[in-house]
């Protein structure tokens, strides 16, 4: 399996700081015949389901503020939140589905 | 408006059965691969089940293949997991999302059904 390593398990900023955090894959999880990365990045706020914010490691989903961005490739992968907003307190995961589907531990988003 | 309610969560002995049921709505269901995926009281995420949109394939991780079956009802729009020989390492949050296809991102998921299982 391919094993996602999320770091920090935790951040704390203030709103309207720029925030980024990493996920690494232990095998690549790029795709050679059609250059596509397989990762998506979720967003769980408190008491919710995760929702989709990225996919194919960069490609935005429908909905998504602008200020969410998903960037790398092969085994290296970031999530951007450009300026914080109050209402990104979440846990953030990263999930690779090229190779069954296995998920990161998640990054802790707090508000100070 | 996509919705997905799954229902079925309860406590069950270990050795157990349960079933969950995800009642789809506001999409074309049968046009989506359907998942299960459970969260552990660490908040771990670990995909349990996939089954292709006519319901033909379905795929497991070891760690529940044999005990666990996932199916769909297409006419009822519902998504089902039964589950056997329950462990207490079973014991989550379970989610039913949808995606496009087997290489593709999850992109809606339920509210959840919680699932413990303790003697």
């Known amino acids: 399996n391919i094993m996602m390593t999320q770091s920090p398990s935790s951040l704390a900023v203030s709103a309207g700081e720029k925030v980024t955090m990493s996920c690494k894959s232990s095998?690549?999880?790029?795709?050679?015949?059609?250059?596509?990365?397989?990762l998506a990045w979720y967003q769980q706020k408190p008491g919710q389901s995760p929702k989709l914010l990225i996919y194919?490691?960069?490609t935005r989903e429908s909905g998504v503020p602008d200020r969410f961005t998903g960037s790398g490739s092969g085994t290296d992968f970031t999530l951007t939140i450009s300026s914080v907003q109050a209402e990104d307190l979440a846990v953030y995961y990263c999930?690779?589905?090229?190779?069954?589907?296995?998920f990161g531990g998640g990054t802790k988003l707090e508000i100070k | 408006e996509v919705q997905l309610v799954e229902s079925g969560g309860g406590l069950v002995k270990p050795g157990g059965s349960l079933k969950l049921s995800c009642a789809a709505s506001?999409?074309?269901?049968?046009?989506?691969?359907m998942y299960w995926v459970r969260q552990t009281p660490e908040k771990r995420l670990e995909w349990v089940a996939t089954?292709?949109?006519?319901?033909?394939?379905?795929y497991y991780p070891d760690s529940v293949k044999g005990r666990f079956t996932i199916s769909r009802d297409n006419a009822k729009n519902n998504l089902y997991l039964q589950m056997s020989s329950l462990k207490s390492e079973d014991t989550a949050m379970y989610y039913c999302?949808?995606?496009?296809?087997?290489?593709?991102?999850?992109?809606?998921w339920g509210q959840g059904t919680s699932v413990t299982v303790s003697s």
């Open positions: 194919w490691a960069s």
């Open positions: 506001g999409f074309t269901f049968s046009d989506y691969y």
């Open positions: 999930h690779q589905y090229l190779s069954s589907r296995t």
């Open positions: 089954i292709s949109d006519g319901g033909s394939y379905t």
């Open positions: 095998q690549s999880v790029l795709y050679s015949s059609n250059q596509k990365n397989y």
């Open positions: 999302a949808r995606g496009r296809g087997v290489y593709y991102a999850m992109d809606y």
